[in-house]
Nanobody, 126 residues
Framework: QLQASGGGLVQAGASLRLSCAVSGRTFRMYAAGWFRQAPGKEREFVAAITRNGGSTAYGDSVKGRFTVSRENDKNTLYLQMNNLNREDTAVYYC?????????????????????WGQGTQVTVSS
């Protein structure tokens, strides 16, 4: 089970940190990622990280502003979001996929992920 939290209403330029708590699974065996979906739009890739944290990837619209990280000992995935703007308004979802330890591939497509959380709303006002 994946439980995302940390969303809220902020002003443009502010920061937020999202968390995704993973239970019922050995989190260190899973790569993980964040996606978001704005009203009337497709769910889009935001960021992802390999199971050991060695490799990451970001969507073009968030590069340089967002940072994905994880703490395997705490079974938690994070997304630090800085300099938020109105276009970042969306429901943010965390996702996980089983990954072989020796594989450094970073998955960026929705269909690559096996497990999904329920989402947390982020609203950025101008």
């Amino acid at each position: 089970q994946l439980q995302a939290s940390g969303g809220g209403l902020v002003q443009a330029g502010a920061s937020l940190r999202l968390s995704c708590a993973v239970s019922g699974r050995t989190f260190r065996m899973y790569a993980a990622g964040w996606f978001r979906q704005a009203p009337g739009k497709e769910r889009e890739f935001v960021a992802a990280i390999t199971r050991n944290g060695g490799s990451t990837a970001y969507g073009d619209s968030v590069k340089g502003r967002f940072t994905v990280s994880r703490e395997n000992d705490k079974n938690t995935l994070y997304l630090q979001m800085n300099n938020l703007n109105r276009e970042d308004t969306a429901v943010y979802y965390c996702a996980a996929r089983h990954q072989i330890l020796s594989n450094n591939y970073v998955a960026t497509r929705r269909d690559e992920y096996e497990h999904w959380g329920q989402g947390t709303q982020v609203t950025v006002s101008s």
